[in-house]
Nanobody
Framework: QLQLVESGGGLVQPGGSLRLSCAAS????????IGWFRQAPGKERKAISC????????NFADSVKGRFTISRDNAKNTVYLQMNSLKPEDTGVYYC???????????WGQGTQVTVSS
């Protein structure tokens, strides 16, 4: 079965950290750019970060620059989103997909919940 699976979400206090993983099964990620997206309660899904397939070039939404990093481990067929200095406004469901633009992806994960609250 071809799928992406996110993991690593949870409840964290403001200022804390989480590392999200996006693992592929049934196909290899190394030929895809991988994007992370967040959907906050009552809001539209927005792009958070993306990493290219060949050069590893990364980009980030302004709201997370300097706090989040994205990396890929092709040997593990996994992309990571390291989130530091988390804020309550980072709360939402985080999804990964095989493109930097949601509608352009071939595969999407089902999401992992991140809640930042004291």
């Amino acid at each position: 079965q071809l799928q992406l699976v996110e993991s690593g979400g949870g409840l964290v206090q403001p200022g804390g950290s989480l590392r999200l993983s996006c693992a592929a099964s049934g196909f290899t990620l190394d030929s895809y750019a991988i994007g992370w997206f967040r959907q906050a309660p009552g809001k539209e899904r927005k792009a958070i970060s993306c990493i290219s397939s060949r050069t590893g070039r990364t980009n980030f939404a302004d709201s997370v620059k300097g706090r989040f990093t994205i990396s890929r481990d092709n040997a593990k067929n996994t992309v990571y989103l390291q989130m530091n200095s988390l804020k309550p406004e980072d709360t939402g469901v985080y999804y990964c997909a095989t493109a930097c633009v949601w509608v352009a992806a071939d595969y999407w994960g089902q999401g992992t919940q991140v809640t930042v609250s004291s």
